[in-house]
């Protein structure tokens, strides 16, 4: 069983809650939250991200990115802990789950209209995009478009889909904490691809880390971190109602020193133990983005 925890990668999950947690405290704040969208949606975005985990430990394996040489945690199926039929049947599983829970969230949500089939459909887009970042022909992710992946689904679909789904609308303004969101959660997708960079280089991964080169890529992360606490200051500066709504700012305490950490650091492998630390960070940030909200309204 340890070995199947490990696949699953736990560390990860708090990114997937984030962008559900932050939706559901920004209906509050404009409207309602309704606990059944709120625990529904929160299981799909984990099954979701627990499916993208599992695709992602197969399809480095098929495509020799996980290796001898690979600078990270020994993955499941090149240990040999897990068979290569295993892993896809747990895939075909997870899948399946992350589509039930998904029909079940949108139907409680929106009843049987036709915006529950667009909100199927993009469903179904998710389910694409967390098995085909390294898994099977031609991944995106090995063509350096997982950040973009990372942002749409981490942000704008999970933040502002979770938000239509509690209030039946849309509303223009949450683009901003889903930027903020989203992009805090292609951090850590980043800081991943910095850890990898050589392996990846070397078996044919361009990452966007591999395209830009070390320097660079530790600008861009600044980059995204920086905005992505900006995104939500500005939203809180314009839907101000009380100081309650500033809170956040103090998980950028933390986040400052893992700035300041991988913008001197000189060794890849010695990234891995601050994605913990970062997909924490940013589930703190978003909790305390959340409690602004929810005290607010």
Aim: glycine share 10%; proline share 3%; with cysteine.
């Amino acid at each position: 069983m340890k070995h199947w925890i490990h696949a699953f990668r736990l560390r990860t999950l708090p990114l997937a809650m984030s962008s559900i947690i932050t939706g559901s405290a920004l209906a509050a704040f404009h409207s309602e939250c309704r606990w059944p969208v709120f625990g529904l949606a929160l299981l799909t975005a984990i099954l979701l991200q627990v499916l993208s985990n599992l695709a992602n430990d197969l399809g480095d394996h098929l495509h020799g990115t996980d290796n001898e040489v690979r600078v990270g945690p020994q993955r499941s199926v090149q240990s040999g802990a897990i068979s290569t039929a295993a892993m896809k049947r747990a895939m075909w599983i997870c899948g399946l789950l992350a589509f039930v829970s998904g029909v079940a969230l949108v139907v409680v949500a929106l009843g049987e209209t036709a915006t529950t089939i667009v909100f199927l459909l993009i469903g179904l887009l998710a389910i694409g995009a967390a098995v085909k970042y390294t898994f099977g022909s031609n991944p995106y992710g090995y063509a350096g478009f997982g950040d973009v992946s990372v942002l749409l689904f981490f942000g704008i679909v999970g933040v502002m889909g979770t938000f239509y789904l509690h209030t039946g609308s849309f509303v223009p303004a949450t683009i901003l904490p889903a930027i903020g969101i989203g992009l805090l959660s292609t951090a850590m997708l980043n800081l991943n691809n910095m850890r990898d960079i050589h392996g990846d280089a070397a078996n044919g991964k361009r990452t966007l880390v591999v395209r830009m080169g070390t320097a660079r890529a530790k600008r861009y992360h600044a980059a995204l971190v920086l905005i992505g606490f900006a995104s939500l200051v500005l939203f809180s500066a314009t839907h101000f109602r009380t100081w309650w709504q500033y809170v956040f700012i103090l998980s950028f305490v933390a986040m400052g020193r893992h700035l300041r950490f991988v913008m001197k650091n000189t060794e890849p492998r010695a990234l891995d133990p601050h994605m913990k630390f970062l997909a924490l960070t940013t589930l703190v940030t978003a909790l305390l983005f959340s409690l602004g909200l929810v005290l607010a309204a």
